[in-house]
C-alpha cells in the first residue's frame, strides 16, 4: 500500500538497516499535487450520521515492495507487474462495456507516474515487468522447478548429495534426468520421486546449472548444460539504485 501522506521508509526499523540515514515518504497526496493529477487520486466515500456524503483520500496498491542485500546493506527495488506491456497504460482489470476508457487509460497512467515519483524520493527504484515479454521457455522450466520444489522429499542431506552429485556428472555426459535417476534408485535405493524433488531443488538453489532458456526441460530427453546465467541477465532488475 502507498502511504497518501508523509511516512516513514520501507526499511525503517529493520533489524539489518543500521544506522543508515532513510529519507522519508511524502505520501501520493503531495506527489499527486504536485503533479496536478489530484482529481485522479483515490476517494473513500462515506456518509455521515446526518447523512451528508463525505470523502476520505484512499490508497493506491502496488505489486511486490522487493527487500535486497548487497555488500552495501539491504534496499528495496518496487515491481509493477502486468500480463502485456500495454496493461501500464490501457487497464485491464475493472473494465466493463460502460467504463470511459479514455478517462480510465489517463487514470492508470497518472498512477504509474505517481507511484514512480513517491518512490524514487526515497531513492527505491521501480521496474515494470510485463510477462509476454519474458521468454516462454524460462517461465515454463521454472515454473516447472517451483511447482516441484515445494514438496518434500525428506532426504538426509548425503542422500541428496548423492543425487546431485549423480545428476551433475550425467549433465556433463549429456544424459536424461531418468536414465541418471533410475541408476541412483537402483545404486542407492532412492526413489524416483524424491529425487524430482532434489532436482527442482538443485535448479532453484543452482547447484544443478541445467539450460533454461533454449528448451523445455523433459525428463527423458538429454540435459542441456546452462549456456546463460538467469541471475547475470536480469542482473538489472535488482541492482541498487545508483
Not at 543500521?18 to 511524502?26: A, N, S
Not at 514438496?151 to 549433465?171: M, Y
Amino acid at each position: 500500500m502507498l502511504p497518501n501522506v508523509p511516512a516513514a521508509h520501507p526499511l525503517e526499523g529493520h533489524p539489518l538497516a543500521g544506522p543508515i540515514e532513510l529519507k522519508r515518504f511524502r505520501g501520493t497526496l503531495a506527489v499527486a499535487a504536485d503533479l496536478h493529477h489530484m482529481h485522479f487520486h483515490p476517494v473513500v466515500p462515506w456518509t455521515t450520521e446526518d447523512k451528508e456524503k463525505r470523502e476520505t483520500p484512499g490508497c493506491w496498491i502496488g505489486d511486490f515492495l522487493v527487500f535486497l542485500k548487497d555488500e552495501r546493506g539491504i534496499y528495496c527495488v518496487n515491481f509493477n507487474v502486468k500480463q502485456s506491456r500495454g496493461e501500464f497504460t490501457v487497464p485491464a482489470v475493472g473494465v466493463t462495456v460502460k467504463t470511459n476508457m479514455r478517462r480510465a487509460t489517463a487514470r492508470e497512467t497518472v498512477r504509474h507516474e505517481v507511484e514512480k515519483q513517491v518512490y524514487a524520493e526515497v531513492g527505491i527504484r521501480t521496474i515494470e515487468v510485463a510477462a509476454d515479454e519474458l521468454p516462454s521457455i524460462l517461465v515454463a522450466n521454472l515454473r516447472w522447478a517451483q511447482s516441484w520444489q515445494r514438496r518434500k522429499h525428506g532426504l538426509s542431506t548425503a542422500q541428496q548429495q548423492i543425487v546431485l552429485d549423480a545428476l551433475n556428472d550425467g549433465l556433463d555426459r549429456y544424459e536424461s534426468a531418468l536414465d541418471v535417476m533410475n541408476g541412483v534408485e537402483v545404486s542407492h535405493g532412492i526413489d524416483l520421486y524424491r529425487q524430482k524433488i532434489v532436482l527442482a531443488h538443485g535448479v532453484m538453489a543452482r547447484k544443478v546449472r541445467l539450460d533454461l532458456f533454449e528448451c523445455h526441460f523433459f525428463i527423458d530427453k538429454p540435459m542441456l548444460p546452462e549456456q546463460q546465467d538467469v541471475l547475470k541477465v536480469f542482473a538489472d532488475w535488482f541492482r541498487r539504485p545508483t
